[in-house]
Nanobody, 123 residues
Framework: QVQLVESGGGLVQAGGSLRLSCAAS????????MGWFRQAPGKEREIVAA????????RYADSVKGRFTISRDNAKNTVYLQMNSLKPEDTAVYIC????????????????WGQGTQVTVSS
């Protein structure tokens, strides 16, 4: 069970940028595929992006393609989500997750969840 702690959320204006970080405990971080999910009030949780353990494979939801970038630094046990050109509809709690493969994370099969960090985009 890897422990995940997100940070970097906040309030930004539409068109602005934020970078979220997810710090993981342990020395086996590179074994885990990672993902970012988000959940807005009254809506279902949705997958935003996923990355393989090596960082070589990434996948993005259509709604964020071209605007968001997932990356990881295995030496720092950290995964990032760079969010550019933010829109009000991006407002949500963003949640970091760890799983076996990027494909399984994309499908919602994860072993660990972070606590979430709030991102609010004003219009």
């Amino acid at each position: 069970q890897v422990q995940l702690v997100e940070s970097g959320g906040g309030l930004v204006q539409a068109g602005g940028s934020l970078r979220l970080s997810c710090a993981a405990s342990g020395h086996t971080f590179s074994r885990y595929a990672m993902g970012w999910f988000r959940q807005a009030p009254g809506k279902e949780r949705e997958i935003v992006a996923a990355v393989s353990g090596s960082g070589g494979t990434t996948r993005y939801a259509d709604s964020v393609k071209g605007r968001f970038t997932i990356s990881r630094d295995n030496a720092k046990n950290t995964v990032y989500l760079q969010m550019n050109s933010l829109k009000p509809e991006d407002t949500a709690v963003y949640i970091c997750a760890a799983g076996g493969t990027s494909g399984s994370v994309w499908g919602g099969t994860v072993g660990s969840w972070g606590q979430g960090t709030q991102v609010t985009v004003s219009s």
